[in-house]
């Protein structure tokens, strides 16, 4: 689905094209102009799901915010039409619906068939990960809320695999925060259109094909990835670990690259130490470990969860995020409760000490910056037959 998007939506609204249908994008990365309706703004699906507005629509299908007319509640609608040559609904179906039982995905509502069309109704969420961060002072979570959203991706990625599937598209904007009752404090795993099975019938893994082709989003794909190798487990936490690294510091060496084969270069370049130099040793340990991973390997998710989790200490897991503790400061001047002098926070005190350190990094990484602006991390996602 490469979406033509539409400008100045609300927030929650917008967050729709980035929540389950963003990445099954065209190779030459131009979006899509494609002009075809296929339904209309009022249309009532199966004499229930209502067609509120159209968010997006790409060279194979449409999504709508709309609205269960059973409940009065809101849901998120993607379109395809039913003789596509190139089909996301069925994998996406079938993904979610094998991860109901986890917390960590999106919900699944309902599928069908409309007239010419197929459809999926899904659970409406909040903002992705790669708004929220753009919106931080210096494009960048604290170290708590980088742990915390990190220790849940991680157990995504963890529940999708045992499942016997990679996702190969693994991003910021790849994950939002829920949105109804109880899930507000919860990160969600979204987009399942680059999703492939590693397993086969018998169990047994896959073996590599010789030529794989690109799959992924150039900024955040592995160097396997760049190299059309056959993707496993590790390439879905390389992408973690530069999801990580973009948290805690706001950016990527290669973040105003758009070529994706001079990103693979630049990757290829700070294949090192030298990529977490001045972050905490935990990201090092990270990379030693998915350096160590063999394409059969079964990555350690356990233990990157406890690294995490003794990288942020005590009540990381738990604590605000950095949006919620911005909310409760303005509350909390707005209700005359203004800190002590010489109070610090938990995140003011964690940003003081990395301060030095990712001037430093900023610094390392901007002389490779020759051109271009701030991409967003969906603007350059590729699927290669």
Known sequence: WS?????????????LLECECQTVLSIDNKMSTASTVLCDVGTVLRGRWRLSRKV????????????????????????????TKKAVLKMEVSVLKKMQNSHFVCRYVHCGHFEDHNYLVMELLGENLSELRRRRPGGRFSLSTTVR???????????????????RDLKPSNFAMGAGPGRQDQCVMIDF???????????QIRPPRDIAGFRGTARYASINSHLSKELSRRDDLWSVLYVL??????QLPWRKLKDKEEIGLLKI????????????????????????????????YEWIVQLLEDLGGEGATTAPYDWQAAEGRSLSTNMSARPREGDVSTNDLQHSLLDDNMRGMQESFSQFDERGGLLPDGSSSHATP
């Open 193 to 203: 259109g680059l999703t492939r099975k590693y397993r086969l019938p018998s169990g």
């Open 3 to 15: 979406f033509v998007l539409y400008n100045k939506l609300p927030v929650n609204v917008y967050h």
């Open 245 to 250: 690294i973009e948290f805690l510091t706001g």
């Open 269 to 300: 370049h700070f294949n090192s130490p030298e990529l977490v130099r001045d972050l905490p040793l935990a990201y090092l340990d990270l990379m030693e470990h998915l350096q160590a991973l063999d394409y059969m390997d079964r990555p350690g």
């Open 56 to 83: 997006g629509q790409g060279a194979f299908g449409e999504i709508f915010s709309g609205t269960d007319l059973n409940t009065n509640a809101s849901v998120a609608i993607k379109l395809e039409r039913w003789d």
């Open 149 to 167: 959203l990190g220790v849940q991706i991680v157990q995504a990625v963890e529940a999708i695999h045992e499942l016997g599937y990679l996702h």
